[in-house]
């Protein structure tokens, strides 16, 4: 196969393109490949084949980058979220170190959440506890962890729920898009394979021909 770890998928595409041109336009190497079947319905299947694998590939650099940026726009909402609940929750625990009710009640038995959906459900039942228990409320009054920081907290967590669900359909989209490129991107290698062993046998007198197609001709 011409598409191998050692090629970069752009080069394969240039060298596919340059072979498909010269074959129709280089009347020498035309009229040897016409021999043993290589015309223009042959040629033109190839520009189809090639057309399919380039538009897979560019949807797929497309989605890749949208996946990036959204999940760069996530993990720095991510980062602010956590980096403002850890030291909430770190003055909550020194100050409810012998209220181990309380410590129940905001949900701060237990290590710093480290999973996403752990971290999510522990914000959550953080700050609602604030704005609905008056005796949390009271509690956490002494380091003016209010019900209003705890709705702004909330709010922030609303938004990064929706960056989450945007950032997973993102990956989504962008796996399938990878596979579109790898099922496209076979088909075409598997093409060029075909095409370059008839060229080989077409211009077996004439090696040097090869290299107009992009084969290169060992000396």
Known sequence: MWLSPSISESKFFERVRIALTNAESHSEIRAALIEYGVNETFIAEGWQVFNRAKETWERNKMEVSETRLSSNTYHNAYTELEMKFKRHRDLSLILCKRDPDMQILLGLKGRFPVA???????????????????????????????????????????????????????????????????????????????????????????PQRLEVLGLLVRS
């Open 116 to 206: 996403y959906n752990k971290f999510f459900d522990n914000v959550k039942l953080y700050y609602t506890s604030i704005i609905t228990i008056p005796e949390v409320q009271t509690k956490m009054g002494v380091i003016k962890i209010t019900p209003e920081v705890a709705t702004s907290q909330l709010t922030e967590l609303d938004h990064l729920l929706t960056l989450r669900a945007d950032y997973d359909k993102e990956k989504g989209e962008s796996q399938d898009a990878t596979v579109s490129k790898n099922a496209g991107l076979h088909e075409l290698s598997e093409w060029m394979d075909n095409f370059d062993i008839l060229a080989e046998i077409a211009l077996y007198d004439k």
